[in-house]
C-alpha cells in the first residue's frame, strides 16, 4: 500500500543557512550584522533622568532599525510573510507562480528589448503588462501557465519513506515522514518557451500552501576561512573554502520583497528548474535548478534538500510524483 508521507512537527532548530532571499539581493555588497540593544522599561520610582536615558536608548535602536532598513537589510531568517491562502488572486508585485511577470530586463540607460514585449515599470523593471514571462525571459500572451501537476506528492527514491516538503519558518527545503502535517503537496507549472542559455524547457515548483512562492537553487552562504602563516606564526592572508554543500534549495517570493530589496524581483534564471526522467528510473523524475546544473537532492546525514552541481545525484535526487506529472518527459542526459 501507499504510505502516507510529509513531515516531522513544526519545531526545528534553525540551521545556519542565510536567507536566499537575502543572499541574492543586489542591494547592498557584503553582508552585515544588526545588533539592537534591549533597554528595560524604567520604573516610576527611578529619577526621570534614568527615564530619559532609557528613552533615548531606545530611540537610537529604533532609528538604527530604520536605518538599515533604507539600507536594504533584512532579518538573517525571514519567515513566510503572511502566506496568501490557495486560490487567493495576487494583485500586488510580480505575480505568483502561476504568472510571473518580471523578464530579468531592465529600463534605467534604454528602454526595454522590444522582443521582451515587455513595458518599463516601477524602479526600471521590464514587466509583461498583459501575459506571463517565459523561461526565455520575453512575455508571451497568456493569462497563466500551463499547470502538468497539481497537489503532487515528491518521494525520494533512495528513501521511500521521505516527501518532499516546504518548512512554514526555514527557507530551504526538506524531508519528512508524516502525512498531511505540512505544506508537501506541490503545483508544477511549464513555462512558455525555453531558457535562454541552453534552450532547454522550464518548470516551476510551488507549495500548494504558498501559491505566491516557488522553490530553486541558492547558494548557501556557509564559508570557512583557512589562515595561513608564515613561519613566525604571522598571519599571510589565508583562503576561504565553502562548508557543507555549495547549494541549497530554497523558496523564493515572487509578489514581494523586504524593504529596498523590493526594488530588484528575482530573476526568472534563479526560480525556474528543468525535470527529466532517470533511465534507472523512468517512474520518477530528476530536478534541475540553476538552467538544469544543479539537481535536488537528499543524503543520509541530512534530511534538507541540496543542489548536486557534479554530476548524476543518483537515487537521492530522484523523486517519484504522485501523482505522475501531466507531461512527457525526456531522459536525463538526452539533449
Not at 546525514?301 to 505522475?324: C, I, K, L, M, Q
Request: include cysteine.
Amino acid at each position: 500500500h501507499t504510505i502516507g508521507c510529509s513531515v516531522p512537527p513544526l519545531l526545528f532548530v534553525m540551521a545556519s543557512i542565510n536567507d536566499p532571499l537575502l543572499s541574492e539581493a543586489d542591494v547592498v555588497n557584503g553582508e552585515m550584522d544588526a545588533k539592537t540593544a534591549e533597554a528595560d522599561a524604567a520604573s516610576n520610582t527611578k529619577p526621570a533622568a534614568r527615564k530619559k536615558c532609557y528613552f533615548a536608548v531606545t530611540g537610537l535602536s529604533l532609528a538604527s532599525l530604520g536605518l538599515l532598513g533604507l539600507l536594504g537589510l533584512e532579518r538573517e531568517y525571514s519567515p513566510l510573510a503572511t502566506p496568501k491562502a490557495p486560490g487567493t488572486v495576487l494583485m500586488q508585485g510580480w505575480g505568483d507562480a502561476s504568472c510571473y511577470t518580471f523578464t530579468g530586463g531592465t529600463c534605467m540607460v534604454s528602454d526595454c528589448d522590444p522582443q521582451r514585449h515587455a513595458t518599463c515599470g516601477p524602479h526600471h523593471n521590464c514587466l509583461c503588462t498583459s501575459g506571463c514571462v517565459g523561461a526565455d525571459g520575453n512575455c508571451h500572451n497568456i493569462s497563466s501557465y500551463r499547470l502538468i501537476g497539481k497537489n503532487v506528492r515528491f518521494r525520494n527514491v533512495k528513501y521511500s519513506d521521505q516527501c518532499l516538503y516546504a518548512p512554514r519558518l526555514l527557507q530551504q527545503l526538506r524531508t519528512g515522514v508524516l502525512a498531511d502535517q505540512n505544506a508537501d503537496l506541490w503545483n508544477v507549472y511549464k513555462m512558455p518557451g525555453r531558457d535562454f542559455v541552453w534552450g532547454q524547457e522550464m518548470f516551476l515548483f510551488s507549495p500548494v500552501a504558498f501559491p505566491e512562492y516557488v522553490a530553486g537553487i541558492s547558494n548557501t552562504k556557509m564559508e570557512a576561512y583557512i589562515p595561513t602563516n608564515d613561519k613566525k606564526g604571522q598571519d599571510k592572508g589565508g583562503f576561504v573554502i565553502p562548508v557543507g554543500s555549495m547549494f541549497i534549495v530554497s523558496l523564493y517570493h515572487l509578489t514581494s520583497r523586504h524593504l529596498l530589496a523590493n526594488r530588484f524581483p528575482f530573476n526568472v534564471d534563479k526560480i525556474m528548474n528543468t525535470v527529466c526522467k532517470p533511465r534507472s528510473h523512468p517512474e520518477a523524475v530528476q530536478i534541475s535548478g540553476a538552467l538544469g546544473q544543479a539537481s535536488w537532492y537528499i543524503h543520509h546525514a541530512s534530511w534538507e534538500v541540496f543542489g548536486w552541481f557534479w554530476s548524476d545525484p543518483g537515487e537521492g535526487g530522484y523523486w517519484v510524483p504522485e501523482p505522475p506529472l501531466d507531461i512527457p518527459l525526456e531522459f536525463c542526459g538526452q539533449k
